[in-house]
């Protein structure tokens, strides 16, 4: 029995040994990706557009006064479609800026934008008076964009009308 | 330079210190990976537990445990998430059952060149239950202590002995079970 356990432990080092050279030829293919990935983790560059976007998005909201009972218009802030001439062009939002929610400081990597409707006393919680140009929907509710990060926590808010018409100044 | 110092200097970003790392485990990654997982898909489980090192290098508590520990930790639940099981479901560990498991007279290995006995007897690891089989993996291909063995497979240490000694024994029994007249001899 002695001799059995004998052998059976030298089947156990000779199949240590296959396997530690089956790794090393695996970690030729595996290392070289494990060592991007590591510098990716470490680059400067990660924090890319969508971060800096909701950070000019986050400042622009707080330089143009959180606090102001007036709506700051971005008309414009959309690029035009280039759709074909007959087709009818969409109609023209106007929208408030990115005004910073309670995880806005939270870093993310990627984000999405998601629109809701919220109850029109949302607007003042920011300091914003409902005035005229704030269009109500059917259910008194205000229409807003969240900026939502890959973690799920909303960052910004914006809120947004519809014009009646494109090229109607509220 | 020891496991924990290498983990610090990955953390600033020292790539040497990873290659380090990584050379020093990945045989014991890819050994738990091939077994348990399957040789198909332990090249990707070896690369999704480094990953996840280093996506969670401040998860790593020293006194938990090595980092080769950690790193196995890692990978069995790599393994068990792959293979959508639960972890090895425990067997019976405190009763007799090993008396049938014995070789029968003669010695399984005798009539088997060293060749084909590596081979015969990585074949029946790979049929053991996988409790058995991580117990042969982890302490013999391995050679991690018991107690080690014991915190990778979330286990007491006596249930480690005792599965590795069934383990043995089934692989004994395997073993002989093929030998009348099944092996030609290459000598």
Redesign the interface.
């Known amino acids: 029995m002695t001799d059995d356990l004998d052998r059976l432990q030298r089947a156990f080092r000779a199949i240590a040994l296959d396997d530690a050279a089956d790794a090393e030829r695996a970690a030729r293919r595996i290392e070289p990706a494990l060592l991007a990935e590591m510098r990716a983790r470490r680059s400067p560059e990660r924090p890319r557009s969508i971060s800096r976007i909701v950070g000019l998005a986050m400042a622009a909201a707080l330089v143009g006064g959180l606090a102001a009972p007036v709506w700051i218009v971005t008309r414009g802030a959309r690029p035009p479609r280039a759709e074909a001439p007959n087709v009818a062009a969409p109609p023209v939002e106007i929208t408030t800026s990115f005004l910073p929610l309670a995880y806005s400081a939270m870093p993310l990597t990627d984000a999405r934008v998601v629109r809701l409707e919220v109850p029109r006393t949302a607007l003042a919680a920011f300091g914003l008076t409902p005035i005229d140009a704030v269009e109500t929907t059917r259910t008194g509710t205000v229409l807003a964009d969240v900026l939502v990060g890959d973690d799920g926590l909303a960052r910004a808010v914006r809120f947004v009308r519809a014009a009646r018409a494109p090229g109607v100044t509220p | 330079m020891d496991d924990s110092r290498l983990l610090e200097r990955?953390r600033q970003?020292d790539?040497n210190a990873?290659?380090e790392l990584?050379?020093r485990h990945?045989?014991a990654?890819?050994?738990y990976a091939?077994?348990m997982g399957g040789?198909g898909a332990?090249?990707d489980i070896?690369?999704e537990v480094?990953?996840a090192l280093?996506?969670q290098l401040s998860h790593y508590d020293a006194s938990r445990g090595s980092v080769g520990a950690y790193l196995l930790g890692i990978t069995r639940r790599q393994v068990f998430k792959r293979s959508a099981a639960a972890p090895p479901p425990p067997l019976d560990d405190d009763g007799d059952s090993t008396s049938a498991l014995e070789?029968p007279d003669g010695?399984?290995?005798d009539d088997l060149s060293?060749a084909e006995?590596?081979e015969?007897?990585?074949a029946a690891?790979a049929t053991l239950p996988a409790a058995y089989r991580e117990a042969?993996v982890l302490c013999?291909?391995?050679?991690l202590d018991y107690a080690t063995a014991a915190a990778v497979m979330d286990c007491p240490v006596g249930t480690v002995r005792s599965r590795l000694h069934r383990a043995?024994a089934l692989?004994?029994a395997k073993l002989a079970a093929i030998r009348p007249g099944a092996v030609t001899v290459h000598d």
């Open positions: 990955i970003g790539e990873f290659a990584f050379a990945r045989a990654v890819f050994r091939a077994h040789a332990a090249d070896v690369q480094f990953l280093l996506r070789s010695n399984p290995f060293r006995t590596v015969r007897v990585r690891i042969v013999e291909l391995n050679e043995r692989l004994s």
